[in-house]
């Protein structure tokens, strides 16, 4: 009767792992499919991306050596995901969901990356089948992983590259391939060069440290010798795009509110993560080093959220690092541990999964308030889209793409390096009183000191003066030039 009763308990427990789990993978997959239909954009920075992609299909470059003439666009990644966008755009268009799709599928792929990564370290299919059910059920992943943004395609080549170095550890055909996973994850965000290759040169350190020198000479090489042909044939442009121009102001309140929210947001597994490195250290032998060193990379890369600008995509490599160590602490409790402290993690799973959920809504229901303001982009797009002569705007950039225009001015980055001192806005400012701009779409919001967040001071005042608002759709105003020019 009682083994009776321990059985019944036990299935009822996994149950609920799987029951929460499909609430967790239902959650993303409805979430995509939101942001997939949304015909309106959902995030600042989609809008330059798509408008890099347009321009690489039409055989345009992306990083102009020259800044300080129009358009006042900077490309602050690398290539390959504007690529991968401009071969999608060629094809079905570029329009608000072009750069999600390829985003959505980089995200399925990070997925599948690290079940193929837990079943290629324990042997244990269900331990690899809940590792990527739950990192498809982080908030944070369902968030970004549909939005036309470069970090999910980066996260994907690196998981990859990461999966290679395992698969094929004394293979020289298996470095190579993960090599260029690798180099395909940097130059799709310049961030990833830290976590990913240090999880595969650990790894391969186990066991061959020639291998491991090679791979992190080879990888080095790699990367100045292409990053080098990258800015020789753009004229240094590259650099002044996704270094230069990239380097934001830097605070530390960012961090710590950032990794506190994130400490509430995934409190049960961090707990379940310490409890396998108190593991660790009673039994060294087992330490997998390079999900340790992922960790390690994915935490110290997820410190430069910092950065003014930033989001929770500067803590994807973190959670994944983490969805990878829970994988193989569930197929090492199930090998090692009694049934019922195996029960005790199920539970702790199922409750991260909807408590993560519960608190993430403040980045999940984004789309959702978005899509609701839809049924008013078509008489915007109209009036956009018809209008003569040049238009610029802050959120709602891809729709100058979508309308065919060229984005002309990203006020945010160039806000920033005029505070800087690295711009100098005179021509801008200049042509918004000389009423060059036909429209000008600023997002409704609250002012800070008097000016809006993404223009400077002296732009908002130009605009005040010599513009008036004339509607607002979409959470958007849309301001003309004043009859007459000025006040």
Known sequence: MKKKLVFILQTAI???????????????????????QA?????????????????????????RADINDYPFTIANYPPLYPLAVSLVGRYLGFSYETGRMVSAMATLGCGLALMLIVLQTTGDRVASLVAGALFFSFPYVIFWGSLGRVDMLALAFSLWGIWAAIRWPNSLAGTGVSLLFLLAAIFTRQSY?????????????????????????????????????????????????????????FMPSLVLSAWLVATIVYAPLIVVIFWEFLHYARQPEKRPWFAIAYLIGGTLSGLTVGKVGSNVNYLLEWLASMGLLAGMALARWHRELPRALCS??????????????????????????????????PQLEEIVCSVPGPVLADEMMSLLVVCGRDILLQPFEFTRLAKEGRWDQTRVVEDIQSGKFR???????????????GWTPEM????????????VLADTTVYAVRAGGTR
Request: with cysteine.
């Open 193 to 249: 060069l830290l976590a990913a290759p240090l999880a595969v040169v650990v790894h391969l350190a186990t066991g061959n440290g020639r291998r491991a020198l090679f791979f992190a000479l080879a990888l080095g090489i790699s990367v100045l010798a292409i990053g080098g042909i990258l800015c020789w044939r753009t004229e240094g442009g590259f650099f002044i795009h996704t270094i230069v121009a990239n380097a934001n102001t």
């Open 460 to 471: 908002w005042a130009a605009i005040q003066e010599h513009y008036e608002p004339v509607t």
């Open 14 to 36: 996994w149950a609920i792992l799987w029951i929460t789990l499909a609430i967790g993978v239902g959650f993303f997959f409805l979430h995509t499919s939101q942001a997939l």
């Open 344 to 377: 005790l993690l199920l539970l702790t799973f199922s409750f991260q999964i909807l408590w993560s959920l519960y608190w993430g809504q403040f980045v999940t229901l984004g789309v959702w308030s978005r899509r609701a303001l839809e049924p008013e982009m």
């Open 439 to 453: 429209l000008i779409l600023i997002k409704k919001g609250p002012l800070t000191n008097g000016v809006k967040g």
């Open 39 to 63: 015909r309106i954009p959902l995030d600042y920075g989609e809008g330059p991306l798509l408008n890099q992609a347009r321009w690489l299909a039409e055989g345009r470059p992306i990083y």
